[in-house]
């Protein structure tokens, strides 16, 4: 069974920038949502952005005009580019895909990246 592969988490200073990719390890199909979802020290994990195959994307308010999430279908990949990073930002990501199966969904999770932000 494929899972998901997580990279480009790692320290930055505010107001800076990064970008995570996800990939899986294997085959898979019939992924119908791709997302990012981050948890925070002591927090529940929330959702950060979704994107459909067909590009319609949604975002947390808290992130609205400064995450952009992006896929790529035929590598079936999914990447979040973060900009003007704040303190508030840090937190483990986790990429996360939904598979239909039948007439059920089937969540595919990521190991996690840290994200650090520096003030």
């Known amino acids: 069974q494929a899972r998901l592969v997580e990279s480009g988490g790692g320290l930055v200073q505010a107001g800076g920038s990064l970008r995570l990719s996800c990939a899986p390890s294997?085959?898979?199909?019939?992924?119908?949502?791709r997302a990012w979802y981050r948890r925070a020290p002591g927090k529940e994990r929330e959702l950060v952005a979704t994107i459909t195959p067909g590009g319609l994307t949604k975002y947390a308010e808290f992130v609205q005009g400064r995450f952009t999430i992006s896929r790529d279908n035929a590598k079936n990949t999914v990447s979040l580019q973060m900009n003007d990073l704040k303190p508030e930002d840090p937190a483990v990501y986790y990429c996360?895909?939904?598979?239909?199966?039948?007439?059920?969904?089937?969540?595919?999770w990521g190991q996690g990246t840290q994200v650090t932000v520096s003030t």
């Open positions: 294997g085959s898979l199909s019939d992924i119908v949502l």
């Open positions: 996360n895909m939904k598979k239909l199966i039948g007439v059920e969904f089937y969540d595919i």
